[in-house]
């Protein structure tokens, strides 16, 4: 069959006709697929019920493996098993402290060198909390470049802080805290980082009377208050105390080994004490009362807890409220800072909260300003980002760093505690993968609520 030249071009529209219909069908009205996702739902059931289990079988158990990594493991090769198979597992926990707290210290050598004493023990991990160990990294930093990857950065530098206002507060952005010693001596220390981000002022009132001691200003209404978490940290957190071998033969401590002893000090006195063999009691020289693990005991009129013994090497005591600090507030008598302004005893606190909000205060002086302004030794601040705090220097006045005093660290410690980062660690770079999250709590030390997260997913 022939076709003219006519017919010829009336077939070629006629079949582009048939091929852009068949396109415009195509776009406009596309073919149904349904693809289910039941493998992604397999994967979070399969990390929901592996927390459950975990939960039910018993009594700490998912506690003790939110923060043992090793141990996690082996549960998870025993039941899924996760080393047969392409399965990747990680875990993490929020809203408590990391097991390793890096501490960015813009501090002088001798300052970093007493930080490592006070709170590391031949390396390992010292901070024991709630039966786990809390390792504490101390790292030299600048202001304008701050280490990252740290979660709490403590300035103990007596320098202005105007020049680095961004640079702080990029890093609390990041959710991490800061904590600043530092005592102010004329109105122009308060620059504009004092104000924004300590949220203090210069105030120029002196106190009424001389100040004998400081006390925490009051019991945190609830969970909410700011200081709810500093106040409880210095109250239930076993502080480290280190020992020494000795030769020493004491009075109801078991004679062989010869017990290792070591001093507890606050409010100006040292206080010697053994620890007895098995390694499960403590003996205090003052008291010559022999004190076991979990047991509360009285030194001085205040009543402290002895939270563990770890190897002989080391014990744990928490303090108990009410506690009262030899006062930080005053110093020698001598020339005052500034020279040439006195003689005598002179005071560091001439702050307050810059929004007039003793609220914020943690701690103060058992005396007031002069017009019943309450003085502060410790402000805290969460109003612009994130956990920062104020300190007055509790070493102005020495020269020897063994001689700090344990409450002095250990209110220090709760400071850092409280403004660090508590983020959770990213999970790895895989292509499918889901997080099931399980909110747990414990009590041995102290009352803690975290969210622990277990991941499950595929490499490919």
Known sequence: MSYGKKGQIALIEMITSVII???????????????????????????????????????????????????LEDFLNQTIPISKTSIISWSETEGTFKPTISVACNCTEEQISALRSWFTRYGEPFIRVNNRKIKIEFWDTTLDSIIPGTDVLL?????????????????????NGIVEMKDFRVSSDIDAVQKKIFGLRWISKKPGKDVEFLLFRKKPDNSTDIIYNPYKYFYHMPFPLKTIPSTDDVTGCQPNPPPPTGKFSFNNTDYKFYICWPGTSVYFNDTEEIVQVGQQFTLDEYNFSLNYVDNNETIGISFRPEYNFISLLRTKKGESEPPGVAWGVYFYSTVYPGDDNPNRIL??????????????????????????????????????????????????LSLLLWASNKGAVGAPDIKLGYTASYINTVNIDMFEVYRFNLGLGYPY
């Open 21 to 71: 219909l068949f396109i415009s069908l195509g776009i406009f009205f596309p073919g149904f697929s349904y693809h289910d996702r039941w493998s992604e739902s397999l994967v979070l059931l399969k990390g929901k019920d592996l927390i459950l289990t975990i939960d039910r079988l018993g009594k700490d158990n998912l506690y003790n493996l939110s923060f043992n990594l090793t141990a």
């Open 155 to 175: 300035i103990w530098y007596n320098e202005s802080l105007a020049n680095y206002e961004q640079s702080l507060q990029n890093y609390i952005n990041d959710g």
């Open 363 to 412: 701690i103060k002086a058992n005396e007031n300003y002069k017009g019943n302004l309450e003085m502060p030794a410790v402000v805290l601040n969460s109003s612009h980002g994130n956990r920062v705090a104020w300190i007055a220097d509790f070493t102005s006045n020495i020269t020897d760093w063994e001689v700090v005093q344990d409450d002095y660290k250990s209110l220090l």
